[in-house]
């Protein structure tokens, strides 16, 4: 494994029967985990390979309410408030600090999106604040002539090798049972709907799942009839060696995405370049894709035809409760990183910051990102099968709302009221005939 996570022990004893069940063991799975063991619930979560082992220990460690679709601002806002009383609740540290985020500009176009997102975040309680050129260049640096940018002082960073092993641990201490290497092959239904999950290690018993299986979850619904649309895309990221303090939160500029780490290191990407794999899943969705594919957002991605297109989460193909499954065979994804990003952001760090000359890789690695065609993801329970629940499709930005959409399943999975409406979140906005949204997140 190309990343390292805090280790996480599994319960002793393993569970006949539980209230609910929850795949998958990221930021998402735990997060709902810990909601729900703290509401009293009995709640078991089972994850194939380790805790926090895909995308949930592979980010940036962004955490961000700062340029996300206004569908998503209620629950990045209310994560915020979370990922510090999370903190507190369990005693652990969770690598949360609140130091900020910048973005800089060197784009006009870029500014006037900033201010009319600005001011409808506004509305709903989020304030950041436009900077000058010579703000900009103040808060983070003069190599280039930015044109202005855009500051969140309320944003924060977290340590993705630690996030999600809190939560789970918090989860494990108010009661919730955690075992890894095991991995759900499928559900048990009676009188059509859930009566539980079959294990790698045998049936439990429960009323109600949720998927939390990020980049798997579209080719676990599947087997149930279910049409998640989802693209798998590849990110890449490293970890720089131990350098200067240049900046302590989060910056964002046109070529370079970097983070200060708790370590005294940076993690440091290249957003919006990633890859996507010619596979039967990416195939089947393509059209829902299309208003993503011609957007902006899409326009540095790769597309390549490789081994994805037998075996993974995109594959073809069906197994049955008995047999070893498709999560079985790959326990962690663990895709190489892109070695010309690498190569290219490690120049620009250099650029944008000569105080950090010297600075090396000391590790880097890919990880698949769950998309869904309006990069919003999807939190709802399924008609055709009822007590099954999905949390999936977090599009590269669920790490930071993590823990707020935790809550919010976990007050769904309660018949609580939720705190946000959960109407943007429904999958039949991608049902067939319905026009699909171009992505807003910015
Ligand atoms: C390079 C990169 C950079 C990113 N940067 C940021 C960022 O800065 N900020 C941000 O907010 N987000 C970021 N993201 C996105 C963020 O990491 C994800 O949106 C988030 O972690 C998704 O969490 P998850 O729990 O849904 O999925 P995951 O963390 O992928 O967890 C899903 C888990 O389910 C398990 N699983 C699947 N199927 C089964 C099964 N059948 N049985 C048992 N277990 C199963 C998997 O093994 C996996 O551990 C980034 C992602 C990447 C890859």
Not at 224 to 235: D, F, K, R, T, V
Not at 270 to 293: D, E, T, V
Not at 395 to 406: D, E, Q
Request: hydrophobic share 40%; aromatic share 8%.
């Amino acid at each position: 494994m190309r990343i390292k996570v805090n280790a996480v022990t599994d319960n002793a004893t393993f569970p006949e029967e539980v209230d609910v069940v929850v795949i998958g063991g990221g930021i998402i799975g735990t997060s709902v985990t810990y909601e729900l063991a703290k509401r009293g619930v009995s709640v078991a979560l089972f994850e194939k390979g380790v805790i926090g082992g895909e995308q949930s220990g592979r980010n940036w460690g962004w955490v961000r309410q700062q340029n996300r679709d206004l569908y998503e601002l209620p629950m990045a806002m209310r994560s915020l408030q979370r990922w510090e009383e999370l903190g507190k609740e369990t005693g652990l540290d969770l690598g949360f600090r609140r130091h900020g985020i910048a973005y800089g500009t060197l784009n006009e176009a870029d500014l006037a999106k900033w201010e009319a997102w600005g001011a409808q975040a506004k509305q709903l309680g989020f304030v950041s604040h436009l900077l000058t050129a010579s703000e900009a260049q103040q808060r983070i640096g003069d190599r280039l002539p930015w044109l202005g940018g855009v500051w969140s002082p309320t944003d924060g960073r977290a340590e993705p090798s630690m996030a999600a092993p809190a939560i789970a641990t918090g989860a494990q201490q108010r009661g919730a049972f955690i075992h890894q290497h095991c991995a759900v092959r499928g559900l048990d239904i009676s009188a059509g709907r859930v009566s539980g999950v079959w294990t790698e290690r045998g049936l439990v018993k429960t009323n109600r799942v949720i998927c939390c299986g990020g980049a798997w979850s579209s080719r676990f619904c599947k087997q149930y009839g279910i049409e998640l649309p989802s693209a798998n895309i590849l990110g890449t990221a490293f970890k720089t060696t131990a350098a200067p303090e240049v900046l302590n939160g989060c910056l964002s500029t046109p070529n370079l995405c970097i983070r200060r780490r708790l370590d005294g290191s940076y993690t440091v990407a290249i957003p919006g370049r990633g890859r996507l794999n010619l596979a039967p899943q990416n195939i089947r969705y393509a059209a829902k894709f299309y208003p993503m594919y011609r957007s902006n957002i899409a326009k540095q991605l790769k597309v390549r035809l490789n081994g994805s297109f037998f075996s993974g989460p995109e594959a073809a193909g069906t197994w049955s409760n008995d047999q070893v499954s498709p999560f079985e065979k790959i326990r962690v994804l663990d895709p190489a990183p892109d070695k010309q990003i690498l190569r290219e952001a490690l120049q620009t760090l250099v650029e944008l910051f000569p105080d950090l000359k010297g600075i090396a890789i000391d590790h880097a690695w890919g990880g698949w990102i769950d998309t869904t065609p309006d990069l919003v993801p999807v939190i709802d329970e399924m008609d055709n099968v009822p007590g099954l629940f999905i949390a999936a499709g977090f599009s590269g930005h669920g790490f930071g709302i993590g823990p707020g959409a935790g809550e919010l399943c976990g007050q769904i999975l309660t018949n609580s009221r939720p705190y946000t409406d959960v109407t943007p979140y429904r999958l039949a906005r991608f049902a067939k005939g319905n026009a699909i949204r171009e992505p807003q997140m910015m």
